[in-house]
């Protein structure tokens, strides 16, 4: 479960991440900052100025809090963890058997202004290592950056709902049915 907020300095995301009782946490504990966070259950944040923007800013964080932060440009290759190092909050805690993270990003760090009327691209991205699961936001294909799948934030633009236009479905039955929704997204 995701939420994001900002201000005139951050953007602002919070995430609780859903476990079944039992479920096995794969942590490591005093992990380096940059280091292979990625190799245990984390969250990882992938921001973009635009989806035509080969360069990238990527968030990793841990259940315990530690962090790997890169600059990353997916055309040319590579990225840059050991020298970008900003400064961001970053807090996890526990509900019941849930994770949570919060993170609050300045947008200086960013580099994006949060103006009315432009947007950025963003994926998040869940590692989920014991169980060899990996989701994504923008449900990827083949990396949590492909850019022509990313997420488009809109700053102070009108949000409009869908409306059901028609439902359609053939005889129901006791059980499982089939329905045709009709979606009209503005």
């Known amino acids: ?22 479920n096995i946490i794969t942590r490591q504990a005093n992990l380096p900052r940059d280091s292979k966070i990625y190799s245990v259950d984390s969250l990882e944040l992938l921001i973009f ?22 600059l990353r440009n997916d055309v040319k290759g590579g990225s840059d963890a050991a020298g970008w190092n900003p400064d961001y909050v970053v807090q996890t805690g526990k509900k019941g058997d849930n994770w949570l993270l919060f993170w609050a990003l300045p947008w200086k760090i960013l580099n994006i202004t949060p103006e009315s009327g432009k947007e950025f691209a963003f ?30 934030i809109y700053f102070d633009r009108k949000t409009y709902r869908p409306t059901i236009d028609s439902v359609a479905s053939g005889t129901l039955v006791e059980g499982s049915n089939m329905l045709a929704v009709t979606l009209n997204n503005p």
């Open 49 to 70: 100025r635009d989806r035509a923007d080969a360069d990238c800013r990527q968030f990793i964080t841990d259940i315990d809090g530690h962090r790997y932060d890169a």
């Open 123 to 152: 994926n998040m991205a869940r590692n989920k290592i014991a169980e060899k699961n990996y989701s994504s936001l923008a449900g990827n294909r083949n990396s949590f950056a492909e850019r022509d799948r990313l997420v488009k």
């Open 1 to 22: 479960i995701v939420y994001m907020a900002y201000d005139k300095e951050n953007l602002y995301i919070a995430a609780e991440c859903l476990e079944k009782p039992g």
